[in-house]
């Protein structure tokens, strides 16, 4: 055996135990972030705070049903369908003029919508469809878990105000502003 061969079977030696080292602090690395993570609670109002749709937010305040939740070893899956955003709104309808006057919307308006999101380990939210967004949703069919009268007292009793929201018409094109 040559000197050469010697130094070649060293640093081939060190190789390995950089290697398993690396690896190592890699399975350890992901293991605490495992075993660590939030509670689904609190990945879900961790998320819902990133989310900023406060009217999801009181949704599922008031009814956690609202939404589904799936948990895996990496992330939890979250599908909230049919949540009446209008009736945790206080909206108005404006014509922005000149002069702008506004009005309560008419009663038969409705504004419902699913949303779908995935958490990660550390409670924030992403589109599961692959979107820079932080959720996906769809305009559907309301599945309300109350009337808006009984989801207006129960927001009253826990001391939730409703968000207030202005819709601009322009002639048929609605746009819709939080204030």
Request: net charge negative; charged share 25%; hydrophobic share 30%.
């Amino acid at each position: 055996m040559t000197y050469q061969d010697t130094e070649s079977d060293r640093r081939s030696a060190e190789w390995y135990v950089v290697v398993i080292t690396v690896a190592l602090i890699g399975v350890g690395a992901t293991g605490w972030k495992i075993i660590t993570r939030p509670s689904t609670e609190e990945a879900m109002r961790l998320s819902l705070a990133e989310m900023h749709v406060p009217e999801l937010g009181t949704a599922y305040a008031l009814h956690p049903d609202t939404c589904g939740i799936t948990k895996t070893l990496w992330k939890w899956t979250v599908a909230c369908e049919g949540v009446p955003i209008h009736f945790y709104q206080d909206q108005t309808l404006c014509d922005p003029g000149p002069p702008k006057s506004c009005n309560p919307v008419p009663s038969g308006d409705k504004n419902c919508r699913s949303f779908y999101w995935d958490i990660n380990l550390d409670g924030k939210p992403s589109n599961p469809i692959g979107d820079k967004d932080r959720y996906a949703s769809i305009e559907e069919d309301c599945r309300p878990k109350g009337t808006p009268a009984s989801e207006r007292e129960e927001m009253v009793r826990r001391g939730i105000a409703p968000n207030p929201v202005e819709i601009l018409d322009y002639g048929g094109f609605r746009v819709t502003r939080s204030q």
